[in-house]
Every structure is written in structure tokens, then in C-alpha cells.
């Protein structure tokens, strides 16, 4: 098994590469508790009827061509009903892509 070695937390903690810190593990919670729930902000049935059939018609995700099982806002919609609903900001993602990739790069984005 791969060895990773230890990290230091934004806080100055040494932890596992792969365990959360305490700080990290309190400020997910808060962050959780302030965060609308999903069908508030706007993943509802309609959302899913309109998430299947765009699945239907882009089967395969815009950046590997593996299945795609995401629906991706390419540009953050951040509450836009506009933004949310407009299909030219959709694209296919396998869930590799869209939990690490662009996470990633929203993250640097966001900075």
C-alpha cells in the first residue's frame, strides 16, 4: 500500500495526508449547517427530469468520454435562476471530473 506523507492543516496541526482536521471537520459542519438544502436550491423534480434528458441526448462526459452522471454548471449558477436553467452553461461529467477537476478548479476560481 502507497505511503503518503503527513500534512500540516491551515491551523499549524500535523494530521494524516488523508484525515481531517479538527478545524476542517468544524468549519464543514458550519458551512453545512448555513447551506440551503438541495431541493432549495433549485434540484427538484423538474431538475431532474431536465438532468435526465440532457444525460440522454450528452451520454458521455465532456472530459474523458467515460458515462457521464453529472450535470455540470460550466460557470457556478450561485443562486441565478437565469444562470441555473440556461442549457448552453450545462455539461456532461463523469463523477470523477466533477467531484475533483472542477471542484478544483471553482475553488482557485473563487480566489
Known amino acids: 500500500m502507497a505511503w503518503k506523507p503527513r500534512r500540516v492543516c491551515r ?3 500535523i494530521i494524516a495526508a488523508t484525515d481531517l482536521c479538527e ?3 468544524k468549519r464543514k459542519a ?4 448555513r447551506r440551503p438544502n438541495a431541493n432549495d436550491r ?6 431532474k427530469l431536465a438532468r435526465r434528458a440532457f ?3 450528452h451520454p458521455d462526459c465532456a472530459m474523458c468520454g467515460k458515462p457521464a452522471v453529472v450535470v455540470d ?3 457556478p449558477h450561485r443562486g441565478d435562476r437565469a444562470k441555473f436553467w440556461d442549457k448552453g452553461n450545462w455539461q456532461p461529467l463523469c463523477a470523477h471530473h466533477h467531484n475533483s477537476t472542477k471542484q478544483s478548479q471553482e475553488r ?3 480566489r
Open 23 to 25: 478545524c476542517q471537520i
Open 108 to 110: 482557485r476560481d473563487d
Open 73 to 75: 454548471h460550466k460557470t
Open 11 to 13: 491551523c499549524g496541526k
Open 55 to 57: 444525460l440522454d441526448k
Open 30 to 33: 458550519e458551512n453545512d449547517r
Open 42 to 47: 433549485g434540484y427538484d423534480s423538474r431538475w
